[in-house]
């Protein structure tokens, strides 16, 4: 049972506007979150995380939220470039444990 | 530069064969992780081992054994038990807690 879900595995974006990648979880426990970018036949590379403890973290372009009620967390890139097109994976950790549980990814296409 | 370095990037093999997939870290990393890509199915765990001489299995680890007798390194071997075996592997190391993944480049598998 899959634990992480993207769901929309594809968007595509004009550059300049905003990409919204959504990420809904089903274990309450889970008190960390990540995203990781990854270009094909590349690995993924981390982008921004954020604890259970905030709703909110922003890194230049990249912000991530996070709604623990809804068990949801949310990554928006604004303003979208062309080098952001990549496939952008949600994932998510238990404190203690040293596993993480990813989504199946989301396309990223920002069209110039 | 510290990093994950995944060896070979290509690797072709026959059916009936065994292979071994190398991967080293030298970030001082304890847990150590083999993740499996394929098209639509995002990042499946396949062995994970949190410190020298122990490992665990993951999700799919039928067809699959590894070895962890240094730190620095965690070797996979895709057995000929195994399937489906043509995918794309990528290993990943995990230092404090906090932290998330450091991902290798990955290694292509195809058999044929």
């Known amino acids: 049972d899959q634990q992480v879900k993207q769901n929309s595995p594809s968007l595509s974006v004009q550059e300049g506007r905003i990409s919204i990648l959504n990420c809904d979880y089903t274990n309450s426990m889970f008190d960390y979150f990540l995203w990781y970018k990854k270009y094909p036949a590349e690995g993924p590379t981390f982008l921004i995380s954020?604890?259970?403890?905030?709703d909110k973290n922003e890194d230049g372009r990249f912000t991530v939220f996070l709604n623990k009620s809804a068990k949801h967390l949310s990554l928006h890139i604004v303003p979208s470039q062309p080098g952001d097109s990549a496939v952008y994976f949600c994932?998510?950790?238990?404190?203690?444990?040293?596993?993480?549980?990813f989504g199946k990814g989301n396309q990223v296409v920002v069209i110039p | 530069d510290g990093g994950i370095t995944q060896s070979p990037k290509y690797l072709f093999r026959k059916e009936g064969q065994n292979v071994t997939l190398s991967c080293e870290q030298n970030l001082n990393h304890d847990a150590m992780y083999w993740y499996r890509q394929d098209p639509g199915q995002g990042l499946r765990l396949i062995y994970y081992?949190?410190?020298?001489?122990?490992?665990q299995k993951g999700d799919i680890a039928e067809g699959y054994s590894v070895s962890r007798e240094k730190k620095e390194s965690f070797p996979l071997t895709v057995t000929s038990a195994q399937k489906n075996p043509t995918a794309f592997y990528l290993c990943?190391?995990?230092?404090?807690?906090?932290?998330?993944?450091?991902f290798g480049s990955g290694t292509r598998l195809t058999v044929v």
């Open positions: 954020i604890s259970s403890i905030k």
């Open positions: 990943a190391s995990r230092g404090t807690q906090g932290d998330g993944y450091t």
């Open positions: 994932a998510a950790s238990l404190y203690g444990n040293n596993r993480l549980a």
């Open positions: 081992s949190q410190i020298v001489n122990d490992f």
